[in-house]
């Protein structure tokens, strides 16, 4: 097995195609960390008294990001960390990753705040794609229809535990692929709108954040094994189980 090329001692588990670097364990996600610090300095993203909810559905990304913003905050005392999960009802998935979500929060002792779609606007996911499946006429998938209400639906929670900051995990490959797909699209408005710090645009907007916006996809799947912590599928398992309703 290949040396890691950064400490000259241990075995590699994981090749940096990008920069041709063999690294071990240690080696490679002690730089994830640092690239979330320097992320979150570059763009100047926290202020030190900072309220600061973390979107966490109970994935990989979200709940990788919970745990080193939760490393960080140690060093700034002032600053306090909640996490926030919306339950859209997704039969078959939502209740294994709120369980992740809160197992998680609890290793951690941080406050976490579940808001539902059904509380919210008295419908689940699943019903809603159920209502849509039967309207031959409407062309949008549920997937439309879960990205506006889920982020009101984390938005509300946010307010609602006092956070001035609403963290969200999107990805290096997440911002890259909304780019494009703006680009494809001829949307110039929207392609102006990705950033790693998004405008409020409005006095009752918690303003977003994303501290892994320079951080591959790639990169974050191997530390969520590296850390041995079971976490429940992608964020496309839903959105899967959610066309198979939608197809008439």
Known sequence: ?????????????????????????????????DKVRATISKYKMFEPDDKVAVAVSGGKDSLSLLHILADIEKNFPQTSICAVTVDEGIKGYRDEALKFAAKNCQKLGIKHKIVSFKEMYEITLDELAEIIRDKEKNKLSPCSYCGVLRRRALNTAARQ????????????????????????????????????????????????????????????????????????????????????????
């Open 161 to 248: 535990t006092g956070a001035n900051k609403l963290v969200t995990a999107h990805n290096l490959d997440d911002e890259t692929q909304t780019i494009l797909l703006n680009i494809i699209h001829g949307d110039a408005i929207r392609i102006a709108r990705v950033k790693p710090v998004l405008d409020k645009g409005h006095q009752k907007l918690v303003q977003r954040v994303k501290p892994f916006c320079e951080v591959p996809e790639k990169e974050k799947l191997q530390d969520c094994k590296l850390c041995g912590e079971p976490t429940p599928g992608e964020v496309c398992k839903p959105c899967q189980m959610l066309q198979q309703l939608h197809i008439t």
């Open 1 to 33: 097995m290949p040396t890691c090329n950064m400490c000259n001692k241990s075995d590699a588990v994981y090749m940096r195609h990008y920069s041709g670097e063999r690294l071990c364990e240690k080696c490679f996600k002690d730089p994830i960390e």
